[in-house]
């Protein structure tokens, strides 16, 4: 176990930084009234796969930040690259026929991180906009193709590929489309492989290919000759950890060649060794035209993202594409490609990827499905270092707590409040995605705090009446 941390002391109570955030800061992806009026925890310092909040409480961070710090809390090697590019060069952009050092090497260092046939990255500056690069960047390889009219994404209900217009556009949660008028013209959504959810009846690969073959189905609905490219994540984030069956990917990935559509793998959150693999496609066996990545890039200590471009698709737009009339003020900023490299070394050196693949992770993994014994677990499923656990009030049926999502909630908030670990709630499925530098004896702590939750979730809902 880590020692504890030490903390700089807090100028304010934490009071005091909750009553200044209430009157100042609009949160992402909050009720503003509700969190004002309950407080926002604060949190001051944090170490390896361990937070510190206002409180002085030490709580497991098993969400990697927001699957973002890979190599864990603290490296000084990271704030070091950091510090060290700042004061050579703190910023210049890679607009105007220019570029810096930072910029060709990290972008050196990721191409031969890469799948072998993607040898050109766009910097971007987070996975949102790395999805929208994509989105134009694939269109114009069309009209470069004399294709004008292929111009439609397909992407997937329930599906998250970032929160900008385009990006919550291309995916699939229909709150942002409820809330925001969206999706924009050009996107459609076809079924996503959520085997529990919604395939409980049918054999895993069947429903698999069932699936897949919403694809073939919705390109012959909209025109072979309209439809431009297929956006999908590995594993689906967000929307739950929904881990495919193995027939999947592979009947995907035979439509999209048949029927020449471009694949879009969006590695932002399986990047960097989440799998147990460099890149979710390598577990799946996907070979992509574009992969969008962020997060484990930098490992979140500063923002950053990119588009892998396939050699196929970017030999075509240079030399047939002209001037690509899109980019970001900060695109290949130094700091962050300090940041990026410096992480990425570590990843490397410390063969993170493969204690994933073969020590930590399968030992997780085992731990992790023992959770499925519990009355409230419907299913405990794990690919290398992201998880997943369906909350149900029937473990026979599948059947759901009434007011989807209250019961999720309620499990994450007594996680990190009482048992001061940190697991997300979608819906009531509970989502984990711990620093890829957990230890063994982490692990066991984890699964030990998520039992317990568990058991503190079967009491209050029993005082409540939900379980009877």
Known sequence: MNAPMTAAPNLRTTAEYQAMDAAHHWHPFMDTKDLNAKGAR???????????????????????????MNVGYGRDEVVDAVARQMRQLPYYNTFFQCTHPAA???????????????????????????????FRMARVYWDCMGKPTKKIF??????????????????????????????????HH????????????MDPAEFGRMRARELEAAIDWLGEDNVCAFIAEPIQGAGGVIIPPDSYWPEIGRICRERNILLVADEVICGFGR??????SETFGITPDFMPIAKGMTSGYVPMGGVFIADRVGDVLIEKGGEFIHGYTYSGHPAACAAGMASLRIIQEEKLVERVRDDTGPYMQKLWGTLADHPLVGE?????????????KDKATGKRFPNEGKTGTMCR?????????????????????????????????FVERARKTLDDLADALTRQGALR
């Open 413 to 445: 908030d007594i996680s990190i409040g009482k048992n001061h670990l940190v697991m997300r709630a979608t819906r009531d499925t509970m989502i984990v995605s711990p620093p890829l530098t957990i230890t063994r004896e982490e692990c066991d702590t």
């Open 190 to 201: 076809i079924g996503q492989p959520y085997w529990f959810a919604e395939g409980r009846d």
């Open 42 to 68: 604060v949190i001051t310092g944090a170490k390896g796969c361990w937070l510190t909040d206002s409180e002085g409480n030490r709580i497991l961070d098993g969400m990697a930040g927001l699957w973002c």
């Open 104 to 134: 060709a090497e990290f972008a050196e260092m990721l191409c031969k991180a890469a799948p072998a046939h993607m040898n050109r990255v766009f910097f971007t500056n987070s996975g949102s906009e790395s999805n929208d690069t994509v």
């Open 380 to 392: 405990a499923r794990m690919k290398g270092l992201v998880g997943a656990m369906e909350l149900v």
């Open 275 to 280: 799998t147990g693999n460099m890149w979710g």
């Open 154 to 187: 397909i992407g997937r209900k329930n599906g998250y590929h970032g929160s900008t217009v385009c990006g919550a556009s291309l995916g699939g949660m229909a709150g942002m489309h409820r809330q925001s008028g969206l999706p924009i013209a050009g996107v």
